[in-house]
């Protein structure tokens, strides 16, 4: 097992990680955001990637999300965290919350969000979230004092632009918890790379829906995410030492491609089949 940690907004390392290696990356689907950051934690190995890119220079729309998942399962990570700032769509989600998401909903419009554009792939998306590494990732908060929500509905939108009020009217009445621009992309990747995936999303602000609050802008979302920084890093540091001595028995998501791939495997260029192959593999001979 390796441990996998994706950063984004106001999560760009893991301060206590002792870097190993710094790796740049070729990918089938191009560059990933940033390197690769091998390192330990109290001697447990981990594997970081920010999502934007170092000075986060790449905004949610842009991210070449398959290449950072290809990167990551290549690396031999295992089990991924997404860690992920959100605007809350409930009144009991405060700023400074943080929610182990366990459901979806997809608003992208111009996402590539399939590794399978050439054959027909079919994974079941029902449960997104490994519920066994998503209960370690809520052990992890309380063990550091997070309030931490243990479920929650992302919605995920296009960006970069903020919601209009209409919109975060309507995402409250589909019953959505939080709001952001990435995670639900990554999940959907990670679920075709038979990756055990979990989000921890942290909660920077109510979004434009509630009319007492100032529409949300830049800066407030900045100050709340420098506060919730050190509650971050304080979770995934506790969640690397759990995760070694975490027995896991799922083997549901690292079977998701069983049963999922129509396409006669065989029928395939030996391009395509190399460019799949770290997902397919054991598909076709």
Known sequence: MLLGITGGSGFYSIKSLNV??????????????????FGEIDGNSVVFLARHGEGHTIPPHNINYRANIWALK???????VAVSAVGSLREDLPPGTFVAVDQFIDFTKNRKSTFFDDLACHVSFAEPVCSELADMV??????????????????CIEGPEFSSKAESAFFRLINASVIGMTNVTEARLAKEAELHFSTLAMVTDYDCWREEETPVTVETVMDTIRQNGEKANSTI??????????????????????GAIMTDMNKLSSAKREELKLFTGRFHK
Do not use: Q
Request: include cysteine.
């Open 138 to 155: 809520i052990l992890a908060a309380e063990n550091s004092g997070v309030d931490i929500a243990k479920n929650g509905t992302y919605i």
């Open 237 to 258: 540091e506790n969640l690397v030492k759990y995760f070694k001595s975490g027995s896991f028995k799922c083997n549901t998501c690292n079977n998701s491609l069983s």
């Open 74 to 80: 290549n690396a031999g990570v295992t089990h991924l």
């Open 20 to 37: 190993k290696e710094k790796r740049s990356v070729w990918t089938p689907f191009g560059m990933p955001s940033s390197d690769l950051i």
